[in-house]
Antibody, heavy 121, light 105 residues
């Protein structure tokens, strides 16, 4: 079983950048992907992007292109999401979800607990 | 990008009721659709993948079906733990999208 723990809450000023981490432990596959999802206060889920090193796939939501970068560090089983040029609209809970590919037809999905990012002057 | 239209936005129901939530995709997504349950402030929980496959450990009162670009989540007999918000998500192309959510109250 895989466990995923995210970094702690952040408070940032408008124009700043934030980096959220997502560290996995437990029985993991070497083939995996990470997606990032955010949820503004009282709003629905918004998909931000996806990264998977094993097949070189990376895709960002169009509205975040140019402001977001997703990376992974396989040596520490940690994924990172950096969001730049923050505005109040970026205030949200940020979730990561890890997809461990177990077989050709079986994937295990594990979510982090979420990280609250508050953007305020 | 593929748009997902989910309805209703809010649903009032009682314990024991049969509940149905619908998502319509703006174009064909095959069976690449998942359903999630979310409690306030918590991470989403996967219920259904590939439109109708029940995730391990999820009660059998949850089921999913599809007809073309219309997808349905059904809870056969609503239980107290089922009062939550539900989202559909398509993963057909490289950009995934969620429906707007349905709050079951």
């Amino acid at each position: 079983q895989v466990q995923v723990v995210q970094s702690g809450a952040e408070v940032k000023k408008p124009g700043a950048s934030v980096m959220v981490s997502c560290k996995a432990s437990g029985h993991m596959s070497s083939k995996y992907g990470i997606s990032w999802v955010r949820q503004a206060p009282g709003q629905g889920l918004e998909w931000m992007g996806y990264i998977s090193d094993y097949n070189g796939k990376i895709k960002y939501a169009q509205k975040l292109q140019g402001r977001v970068t997703m990376t992974t560090d396989t040596s520490t089983n940690t994924a990172y999401m950096e969001l730049r040029s923050l505005t109040s609209d970026d205030t949200a809970i940020y979730f990561c979800a890890r997809y461990d590919i177990l077989t050709a037809s079986d994937t295990s999905e594990t979510w982090g607990q979420g990280t609250l990012v508050t953007v305020s002057s | 990008d593929i748009q997902m239209t989910q309805s209703p936005s809010t649903l009032s129901a009682s314990v024991g009721d049969r509940v149905t939530i619908t998502c319509r995709a703006s174009q064909s997504i095959g069976s690449r659709l998942a359903w999630y349950q979310q409690y306030p402030g918590k991470a989403p929980k996967l219920l259904i993948y590939k439109a109708s496959s029940l995730e391990t450990g999820v009660p059998s009162r949850f089921s999913g079906s599809e007809s073309g670009t219309e997808f349905t989540l059904t809870i056969s007999s609503l239980q107290p733990d089922d009062f939550a918000t539900y989202y559909c998500q398509q993963y057909s192309d490289d950009t995934w999208t969620f429906g707007q959510g349905t709050r079951v109250e």
